[in-house]
Every structure is written in C-alpha cells, then in structure tokens.
T-cell receptor
C-alpha cells in the first residue's frame, strides 16, 4: 500500500472550513484513499473514501487531484467536536490490511 | 446491533502475567484486526484475520497471539506481559474482499503492565 504524508497538526476556527491535506505520490491505480478520525483516544471512526472522483457525504468532502497524488479532506463548517486526529490511508483494492500513519491533529477553536 | 465489543475496558497486569483481550462483532464481518496505540502515537497493526481459521501478522506481532475459531470472535492473547505492552488496544472489523466499505472499531482496552 502507498505511503501517505500529512501535516502533524492544524488549527481551524469554529464555523470555518477545515482543509486537511494528504500526499500519496506513490499511489497506484487500484488503491483507494480513505479518511478516518480518532476523537480523544476513542476508537477511530470512518469518514469518507474515494478512488478517482471527488466524494461528499454528510460528514465531509474528499477532493482527489487528477493525478491522484494528493487529496484534501474538507470539513465544511468545523465545530469543536471535530477536534481529533485525522488519518489519511491508502488501501489497495482487494487488499486485506488496514494500517495507520501518524495523522494530523486538528484543533478547532472558538 | 452492538457493532464491535471489546472486554475488558481497563486492566492492570503484573509483569509475567497473561491475559486475553476479547473482541466480538455482530455484523458478520470476515475481516478483523487488532491494533495497539501507545500514548501520543498512531495505531500499529498487531494481527489481522480475513476469516475464521485464518490469521496473519501485522507490524508488531511479537509478544501476542491470536485465534479465529468463529467469524464473530477474535481474541488477543498476551502470554508473558511486559511493561512495553502497556498501551490501548483496539479491535476492528470490516467486510471481506470488497474494500469499498468502512472498518468499525471497538472502544478500546486500556492495559497497564506494572
């Protein structure tokens, strides 16, 4: 599975959009980009995933560049409850391992 | 539908003791995983299973054993507890083969070895 690079930490004002970048320059054609988050040492929670196209659900939007070498997770209106560690993970289609990097600590402030 | 259930939530072990961390899921998922998370660090994969009777090592398997006799249960065994195994342990499950889905995590077991 391709490696990912994320900033260690980011801050965001409550009510503003939080844009979390992820670099996965070695991604291959059958690898998906997944995002999870972990709030205060709870079990990680799935947010969204995509292969080529941009995706949106009730929690977030995922923007994948055309060359697929990077992506951005967007929380459109961040709240204090979105303070968490966000993990960007690349998983091979048909693969069977889910491994985590160090993620981005997002702090949402008033 | 309880999802992924881990027991116990907390445990203190003495060096050299053994214990089994329990994990059960009721979603009929074939894939199950065990992770450990040290303070301030990310999750490290210990073992995983793609179905009953099949297990494989992850990134940090030393000092642990697993078994998968049923689809529902995936216990993690510590035989000789060491202080380095002080950590939070998470179990997760997901559907088989089709990765176009999500993994569900338990709430963790906080283990301290003294």
């Amino acid at each position: 599975d391709a490696k990912t690079t994320q900033p260690t930490s980011m801050d965001c004002a409550e009510g503003r959009a939080a844009n979390l970048p992820c670099n996965h320059s070695t991604i291959s054609g059958n690898e998906y980009v997944y995002w999870y988050r972990q709030i205060h040492s709870q079990g990680p929670q799935y947010i969204i995933h995509g292969l080529k196209n941009n995706e949106t659900n009730e929690m977030a939007s995922l923007i994948i560049t055309e060359d697929r070498k990077s992506s951005t997770l967007i929380l459109p209106h961040a709240t204090l409850r979105d303070t968490a560690v966000y993990y960007c993970i690349v998983i091979r289609g048909g693969g069977n391992k889910l491994t985590f990097g160090t993620g981005t600590q997002l702090k949402v402030e008033l | 539908n309880a999802g992924v259930t881990q027991t116990p939530k907390f445990r203190i072990l003495k060096i050299g003791q053994s214990m089994t961390l329990q994990c059960a899921q009721d979603m009929n998922h074939n894939y199950m995983y065990w992770y450990r998370q040290d303070p301030g660090m990310g999750l490290k994969l210990i073992y995983y299973s793609v179905g009953a009777g099949i297990t494989d090592k992850g990134e940090v398997p030393n000092g642990y054993n697993v078994s998968r006799s049923t689809t529902e249960d995936f216990p993690l065994r510590l035989e000789l507890a060491a202080p380095s195994q002080t950590s939070v342990y998470f179990c997760a499950s997901s559907k088989t083969v089709d990765l176009n889905t999500e993994a569900f995590f338990g709430q963790g077991t906080r283990l301290t070895v003294v």
